[in-house]
Nanobody, 118 residues
Framework: QAHVVESGGGSVQAGGSLRLSCAAPRTILSVFTSNTIGWYRQAPGKERELVASIYGRSINYAESVKGRFTISKENTKRTVYLQMNNLKPDDTGVYYC??????????WGQGTQVTVSS
């Protein structure tokens, strides 16, 4: 079972940057590279939404973050990053990392809080 750990959240002013990390150190390399890994966020009172995902070289972003966020992965470290630039107050929320295996199993991290003040 994947052990997924997020880090890197914090509080910034609008226009600032943060880099989130999602580590899965117990995942063997072949499984890590075959997983679809996504960053989701959940704002207070709202449903969880997909922010960005990566599978191999295929990357997808929510419209609201295109041009500001960049997802990347470092296979040797079993880590996926989310670089967030030009942050806006609407980006505030708890950010979760998800690993979806090829068999359809989902593994979630505990979440990391991102707060953007205006």
């Amino acid at each position: 079972q994947a052990h997924v750990v997020e880090s890197g959240g914090g509080s910034v002013q609008a226009g600032g940057s943060l880099r989130l990390s999602c580590a899965a150190p117990r995942t063997i390399l072949s499984v890590f590279t075959s997983n679809t890994i996504g960053w989701y966020r959940q704002a207070p009172g709202k449903e969880r939404e997909l922010v960005a995902s990566i599978y191999g070289r295929s990357i997808n972003y929510a419209e609201s973050v295109k041009g500001r966020f960049t997802i990347s992965k470092e296979n040797t470290k079993r880590t996926v990053y989310l670089q967030m630039n030009n942050l806006k107050p609407d980006d505030t929320g708890v950010y979760y990392c998800n690993h979806r295996t090829q068999s359809g199993n989902d593994y979630w991290g505990q979440g990391t809080q991102v707060t953007v003040s205006s």
